[in-house]
């Protein structure tokens, strides 16, 4: 999956990331402290994501809907 409709791919601010997954700014920051997603931090202590890293968490995260999607027998 491609979350990225085109520009180039730079790093991203948690607004960026919570757009691009569809969801809340506070989710991103949530998935954060729980380790599911890594952030350097600027001087001034902003958050910044690595597109790679948002990338492979969405795939992860589709994959993990899908399978939780089937009935079990």
């Not at 997954?21 to 380790?35: A, I």
């Not at 997603?37 to 910044?48: C, Q």
């Amino acid at each position: 999956m491609n979350i990225w409709k085109g520009g180039a791919m730079d790093d991203l601010l948690t607004s960026d990331v919570a757009r691009r997954l569809q969801v809340s700014p506070d989710t991103v920051r949530n998935y954060e402290r729980c380790g599911l997603l890594t952030a350097r931090r600027t001087a001034s202590g902003v958050r910044i994501f690595s597109p790679v890293d948002v990338e492979r968490f969405a795939e992860e995260r589709i994959s993990q809907r899908t399978h939780k999607t089937r009935v079990p027998r």
